[in-house]
């Protein structure tokens, strides 16, 4: 399954390369982009938990050539793998996030987020975030890009870290 969705999303890289709009949006004026992600559980955390899903909203504002600042908030819920004597459980995160981008490309960017991930259950811990990451976003309109992006996410608490591979699939719309 992690297999077909890699090639589709790299399908669709090379589907969306040959689009051309009038302005190119990567590089101009604040945006706002509204998300899916997707999150692959790794080490310890993947032992326990299941593919990870949410949405998320990130604000973009161009500070220099080439560089934005962000700011993101979102949720992501977990599903447990089956656990002796509790059996299935639901765990969702709130992850609020500031960094910075920069498109080393035309639309192609790297980039890093730190924050705070925030437990929704009760009793639930706060962790320490940080995400790496990498993207593309493919002009569709004057004002309209569609994003795909790719980070490592961490969650460190003072008992370890969850981390996960982290996808994001949005629509980035100029303000």
Not at 11 to 32: N, R
Not at 74 to 89: E, T, Y
């Amino acid at each position: 399954m992690k297999k077909v969705f890699l090639l589709t999303a790299i399908a669709g890289l090379f589907a969306f390369s040959s689009v051309k709009a009038q302005k190119d949006v990567a590089m101009t004026g604040p945006k706002l982009g509204i998300g899916a992600e997707f999150a692959f559980p790794m080490g310890d955390f993947g032992d326990a938990y299941k593919l990870g899903y949410g949405g998320s909203l990130l604000y973009q504002h161009p500070v220099a050539s080439n560089l934005n600042l962000t700011g993101s908030a979102g949720f992501i819920n977990f599903q447990s793998k089956d656990l002796p004597i509790v059996g299935k459980i639901n765990s969702g995160f709130i992850p609020v996030k500031a960094g910075a981008r920069y498109f080393v490309a035309e639309n192609f960017y790297i980039g890093g987020e730190l924050g705070a991930a925030f437990s929704t259950e009760s009793g639930g811990k706060t962790g320490f975030a940080y995400s790496p990451g990498i993207g593309i976003e493919f002009p569709v309109s004057d004002g309209g890009a569609i994003e795909l992006g790719g980070r490592y996410e961490g969650w460190s608490y003072k008992g370890g870290t969850n981390s996960f591979i982290g996808l994001r699939l949005a629509y980035n719309f100029g303000l």
